[in-house]
């Protein structure tokens, strides 16, 4: 199976930067592409930005220009650098590994996600 660990949330002052690792792990053949998502309590889980392996991304538009999607040099690895952070960023994190082949049956393609990290951004 796969799994995806994150890292990184945690309590930030308005103004401040986090960085949000996660790493995918199993019997992975290939990844199409990795991202974030958040929901904020009692609200949709949301896009965040996501990467392709061929390094196209995608950011919400509350996410353009101040958070960066990338990937890692270690393979099936993704960073999400979130400067200029604000209340309104307060969620929790999830890492979503999207279109995954395995060794054991690469024709088919499954979706995993990470447990989550929390990010809460507060005075």
């Known amino acids: 199976q796969v799994q995806l660990v994150e890292s990184g949330g945690g309590l930030v002052q308005p103004g401040g930067s986090l960085r949000l690792s996660c790493a995918a792990s199993?019997?992975?053949?290939?990844?199409?592409?990795m991202g974030w998502y958040r929901q904020a309590p009692g609200k949709q889980r949301e896009l965040v930005a996501t990467i392709t392996s061929g390094s196209s991304t995608n950011y919400a538009d509350s996410a353009k220009g101040r958070f960066t999607i990338s990937r890692g040099d270690a393979k099936n690895t993704v960073y999400l650098q979130m400067n200029s952070l604000q209340p309104e960023d307060t969620a929790v994190y999830y890492c979503n590994a999207e279109r995954v082949r395995l060794w054991v049956a690469p024709s088919r393609t499954y979706d995993y996600w990470g447990q989550g990290t929390q990010v809460t951004v507060s005075s």
């Open positions: 199993g019997n992975i053949f290939s990844i199409d592409a």
